[in-house]
């Protein structure tokens, strides 16, 4: 698999990234920086940042649950449409002014009520596998998901049967709008309607995933904490194979060569060139960055970050290695790799949430005004 330019059904379906995507993330989080700077805040990160787990938590559960409350909810809007189509002409002008008020904010209200219920049974029944859903459902919102796709009014999973899977996307939600709309009115006051319901669900649903994308300055670490391909019952040569090829791998190293790169110049720079704390801290964009960066000094979650990317790329190599090994023949013994790979891969994920939890810290710490005690050269900020 390779990345592509531009999202399609299969390449969603494949979890397989798109350059636009990635544009689009890189696009979001720049809106946040220059949000921060202008007006010298980042309270949007730290809001953004502490309510995406809540929102990235979707599992197949989750979506039965969503589709099953948002049917029995929607019954109501469509019992008063039916009843305002057989009335006359007097009493449905008297109820066109409530109809209209009820069908614009019940679907909205509908949504969101029916998200909530359905991430509260979830998280309560099954915690831990709404938790473990978070990194890939957070790399799907923002390195495969562009805006060639409509964003989907409600969660949907490929892996729910299709009799249980919600249809609600974008276009079929304006369409039912010309369906459902009693046939009686005259066509400029449905299409107004159809207007207003698209606006309220459009508007919302594509500020949800750039609000997602723009996260990306928090929790890009998920990256790394990402399972790109199970081993359960796979050969050991069909497991790296898989592995290699996967691009989210590939975007991972790149990002872990990145992440060491610039650790390092920040070492060298801050050794070599004795103004360079102040230098960095001369413009208002590098005093935010200043935040993530720390030019003055070596912070623990940066030290985390750094063995994090080591790990990702020394499992790369190796993943190479072994493979021509496998098809060598040279290979006897494929216990330690695979013990290797199950080591390395539950020690990433403890590493991007220990980093995950610092630099949120410390931006809620930035954003707020309480006054909360500074990271430090602490491993924890409440040691």
């Given amino acids: 698999m390779a990345i592509r330019w531009v999202s399609s059904p299969e390449s969603i379906r494949a979890n397989q990234p798109s ?37 990235l938590m979707r599992t197949d559960e989750s979506c039965v649950r969503v589709a099953q409350i948002v049917g029995k909810l929607m019954q109501p809007t469509g019992l008063l449409v039916d009843y305002t189509d057989e009335v006359g002409l007097f009493r449905k002008a008297i109820l066109l002014v409530p109809v209209v008020i009820l069908v614009l904010l019940w679907p909205p209200t509908i949504f969101l009520v029916a998200r909530m219920a359905a991430w509260v049974a979830t998280l309560v029944r099954q915690p831990l596998v709404a938790f473990a859903a978070i990194p890939g459902n957070w790399t799907n919102a923002t390195v495969v998901l562009d805006s060639k796709k409509w964003p989907d009014i409600l969660p949907a999973s490929d892996n729910v049967p299709a009799a249980h899977r919600p249809t609600f996307d974008i276009p079929g939600m304006i369409e039912g709008v010309f369906r459902t709309t009693p046939r009686n009115l005259p066509q400029a006051l449905i299409w107004l309607y159809a207007l207003v319901i ?60 990145a992440a060491i790169i610039g650790f390092a110049a920040k070492i060298v720079l801050f050794n070599e060139w004795a103004s360079f704390t102040v230098w960095w801290n001369a413009t208002p964009l590098r005093q935010v960055l200043s935040l993530y960066v720390a030019p003055a000094e070596i912070q623990w979650w940066q030290v985390a970050m750094v063995i994090n990317s080591a790990i990702a790329i020394v499992m790369y190599i190796l993943a190479r290695r072994w493979l021509v090994r496998i098809e060598h023949d040279e290979l006897s013994d494929e216990s330690i790799p695979r013990r290797v790979f199950r080591v390395g891969l539950f020690i990433r994920p403890i590493l991007s949430c220990y980093t995950i939890a610092c630099t949120l810290y410390i931006t809620i710490r930035a954003a707020s005004d309480w006054e909360l005690p500074a990271l430090g050269t602490k491993p924890f900020p409440w040691m």
């Fill in 19 to 55: 350059v636009l995507a990635i544009a689009e993330t890189l696009a979001a989080m720049g809106v946040s920086i220059w949000i921060a700077v202008t007006w010298d805040t980042y309270l949007h990160i730290a809001i953004g940042a502490s309510i995406a787990p809540l929102l």
């Fill in 198 to 257: 698209a606006l309220l669900i459009v508007v919302p649903t594509f500020a949800y995933r750039w609000s997602l994308k723009s996260t990306a300055i928090i929790w890009f670490p998920l990256l790394w904490a990402m399972h790109s391909v199970r081993g359960a019952g796979k050969p050991l040569r069909t497991y790296l194979d898989i592995y290699l090829r996967d691009p989210i791998t590939k975007i991972v190293l790149w990002v872990s060569i």
